[in-house]
Nanobody, 123 residues
Framework: VQLQASGGGLVQAGASLRLSCAAS????????MGWFRQAPGKEREFVAT????????RYADSVKGRFTISRDNAKNTVSLQMNSLKPEDTAVYYC?????????????????WGQGTLVTVSQ
């Protein structure tokens, strides 16, 4: 499967962005999906995850209440709506496909990764 992330860009603090991730090569509707991010000089960290049906979502504490993950299984896509962005949200954001249908914070439970899209939030 190939995952193509898009929607990153440069915005000011307080603005919103919507990231999208399109999967191709096979259907992903039976698998959880997630978003992770890696800031300069830091390790990759979990952001959000959604189970196969879209009914269960989990978020990192740092983004809870500001970010919303969703999926459209008919279109083989997952999205991340990011509101009230902060400079500390600056990072390369990666979408990932889990190896099972349930949500996971653990990046090692994700077997396929997109190329990443850069989000830069200025003061």
């Amino acid at each position: 499967v190939q995952l193509q992330a898009s929607g990153g860009g440069l915005v000011q603090a307080g603005a919103s962005l919507r990231l999208s991730c399109a999967a191709s090569g096979r259907t992903v509707s039976n698998y959880a999906m997630g978003w992770f991010r890696q800031a300069p000089g830091k390790e990759r960290e979990f952001v959000a995850t959604i189970n196969w049906s879209g009914l269960t979502t989990r978020y990192a504490d740092s983004v809870k209440g500001r970010f919303t993950i969703s999926r459209d299984n008919a279109k083989n896509t997952v999205s991340l709506q990011m509101n009230s962005l902060k400079p500390e949200d600056t990072a390369v954001y990666y979408c990932a496909l889990a190896q099972a249908g349930w949500t996971s914070y653990n990046e090692y439970e994700y077997g396929d990764w997109g190329q990443g899209t850069l989000v830069t939030v200025s003061q």
